[in-house]
């Protein structure tokens, strides 16, 4: 009783889209324990679990100090039985078995493996798991027929499991916005997803693109696209169309939380020159390239099957002088990048819906549905009470409607 006196209680709202949730995480070694969990059960296609644990890993990185005790977690929304123990574990013998065990277990590695293909999905991993497939090698060998997506997921699997830099990011807005503007000047570029919450690096670029003017959006994702593929820039890309108003053209979709907007998923080649202002598009200029040394995609740990990669260099294709770079070196790596277009009477709810954290999202869709009766998705805000959408012209707004308090960005890290 005399401890709990001088316990510090930490008490935090229930949904995270009420929480501010920076890049200052003093909890990670619990944090990095439950998402690892959350990941494992996500790979694994049990949802509730992994939403379970995502929950309770952001509850610890809300917290504005380091947890030392289980007694300072009384009260705390969101810790299951399950992740209150794998929490315990931890603050008392500073592990927690659980987490180990899957961290060392075949089926886990090869999911991160396989799944590290852009392209593979957690369904397609598990296929293949159960035919024994644990490695990329093994994948080769088994003679398996990739789709186009998956070809190229393998060929830059090295650079596309890197982190890319903000620097990077910054370098490819810069060729975006060009594009962009080039086909339409009035168009405008947002950098969203992790990078607009203000993280140091992600696992891919994220822009939205809109028009001041209502359908001047139109036709204008096949024209950056096509901008960027004359200009050397795309390595892959496959543009699905918008389908927001087209349920009539198919099958009934599922139903889904994947918005409809036209968007591009693609790889992006990033040349070291780009966003420096020496490149011009689509020219690698082999001389100053070669200058460069220590690229962020030239790590070492190139092995194995990504040949593919490696007899590009051979043939000089994209080289300067052969002799001054070391062996392996290539002016450029291969980064994801992903392209949304929308109206503009669309764009707060789009800009609000793609910046993340996924988490926050989900969060903001549970709060808004179940605290609200209102629906909400990257398109629009619909009030089931009103039976009206709510119109908003900012995230400001979108907040108010929904009766939060505004959230910015960078602390949107959930
Ligand atoms: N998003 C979404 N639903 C999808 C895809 C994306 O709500 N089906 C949103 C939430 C994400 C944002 O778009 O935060 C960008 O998706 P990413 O997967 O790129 O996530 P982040 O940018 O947040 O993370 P990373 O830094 O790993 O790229
Ligand atoms: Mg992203």
């Given at each position: 009783?005399t401890?709990?006196?001088?316990?510090v209680?930490?008490?935090?709202?229930?949904?995270a889209?009420?929480?501010?949730?920076?890049l200052?995480?003093h909890n990670?070694?619990?944090?990095d324990a439950?998402?690892l969990?959350?990941?494992n059960?996500?790979l694994?296609?049990?949802?509730?679990?992994?939403?379970?644990f995502?929950?309770a890993?952001?509850?610890?990185?809300?917290?504005?100090?380091?947890?030392?005790?289980?007694?300072q977690?009384?009260?705390?929304p969101?810790?299951?039985?399950?992740?209150?123990?794998?929490?315990k574990d931890?603050l008392?013998?500073?592990?927690?078995?659980?987490?180990?065990?899957t961290?060392?277990s075949?089926?886990y590695?090869?999911?991160?493996v396989?799944?590290g293909?852009?392209?593979v999905?957690?369904?397609?991993?598990?296929?293949?798991i159960r035919e024994?497939?644990?490695?990329l090698?093994?994948?080769?060998?088994?003679?398996?027929?990739?789709?186009?997506?998956?070809?190229?997921?393998?060929?830059?699997y090295?650079?596309?499991?890197?982190?890319?830099?903000?620097?990077e990011?910054?370098?490819?807005?810069e060729?975006?916005?060009r594009?962009?503007v080039?086909?339409s000047?009035?168009?405008?570029?947002?950098?969203t997803g992790?990078?607009?919450?203000?993280?140091?690096?992600?696992h891919?670029?994220d822009?939205l693109i809109?028009?001041?003017?209502?359908?001047?959006e139109d036709?204008?994702?096949s024209?950056?696209?096509?901008?960027?593929?004359?200009?050397?820039?795309?390595?892959y890309?496959?543009?699905?169309?918008?389908s927001?108003l087209?349920s009539?053209?198919?099958?009934a979709?599922?139903?889904?939380?994947?918005?409809?907007?036209?968007r591009c998923?693609?790889?992006f080649?990033?040349?070291?020159?780009?966003?420096r202002?020496?490149g011009?598009p689509?020219t690698?200029?082999?001389?100053?390239?070669?200058?460069?040394?220590?690229s962020?995609?030239d790590?070492?740990?190139?092995?194995?099957?990504?040949g593919?990669?490696?007899?590009?260099l051979?043939?000089?294709e994209d080289?300067?002088?052969?002799?001054?770079?070391?062996?392996?070196?290539?002016?450029?790596?291969?980064v994801?990048v992903d392209?949304?277009?929308?109206?503009?009477?669309?764009f707060?709810?789009?800009?609000?819906?793609?910046?993340g954290?996924?988490?926050f999202?989900r969060e903001?869709r549970?709060?808004?549905?179940h605290?609200?009766t209102?629906?909400?998705?990257?398109?629009?805000?619909?009030?089931?009470?009103?039976?009206?959408?709510?119109?908003?012209?900012?995230?400001q707004?979108?907040?108010?409607?929904?009766?939060?308090?505004f959230?910015?960005p960078?602390?949107?890290?959930?």
């Open positions: 009783r401890d709990d006196a001088e316990v209680v930490f008490c935090v709202p229930s949904y889209c009420q929480r501010r949730t920076t200052e995480n990670t070694i619990l944090t439950l998402s969990l959350a990941e059960a996500e694994s296609d049990q949802e509730g679990r992994s939403v379970a995502r929950r890993a952001a509850v610890m990185k809300a917290l504005p100090g380091a947890v030392t005790g289980v007694t977690l009384r009260g705390l969101c810790l299951g039985e399950h992740s209150l123990r794998v929490i931890i008392e013998t500073g592990a927690s078995a659980e987490v180990e065990s961290k060392q075949e089926r590695k090869a999911l991160k396989l799944t293909i852009f392209g999905g957690p369904k397609t991993a598990e296929r293949w024994g497939i644990h490695t090698q093994q994948l080769q060998d088994s003679g398996h027929t990739l789709n186009r997506a998956q070809q190229a997921g393998l060929q830059h090295d650079d596309l499991n890197q982190p890319v830099a903000k620097a990011a910054d370098a490819i807005a060729v975006v916005e594009a962009v080039s086909v000047p009035g168009a405008q570029v947002t950098l992790g990078f607009r919450r203000g993280k140091p690096t992600g891919d670029v822009f809109t028009h001041p003017e209502e359908g001047g036709g204008l994702m024209k950056v696209v096509s901008r960027l593929e004359s200009q050397g820039f795309l390595l890309q496959k543009t699905t169309r918008n927001y087209e009539k053209d198919g099958p979709r599922p139903a889904s939380n994947m918005d409809r907007f036209e998923f693609s790889i080649k990033l040349h070291e020159d780009e966003g202002g020496t011009h689509g690698p200029t082999g001389n100053t390239a070669a200058a460069n040394s220590g962020p995609g790590s070492d740990s190139r092995s194995q099957i990504h593919g990669e490696q007899r590009l051979v043939s000089g080289g300067g002088p052969e002799e001054t770079k070391p062996a392996g070196h290539r002016p450029w790596r291969a994801r392209l949304v277009v929308s109206p503009i009477s669309q707060a709810f789009a800009l609000l819906g793609w910046t954290s996924k988490l999202e903001l549970r709060w808004a549905g605290e609200k209102m629906s909400l998705s990257s398109h629009a805000l619909y009030d089931n009470k009103q039976s009206r959408y709510l119109r908003a012209t900012s995230e707004e979108i907040f108010a409607h929904l009766g939060l308090e959230i910015p960078s602390e949107r890290n959930a």
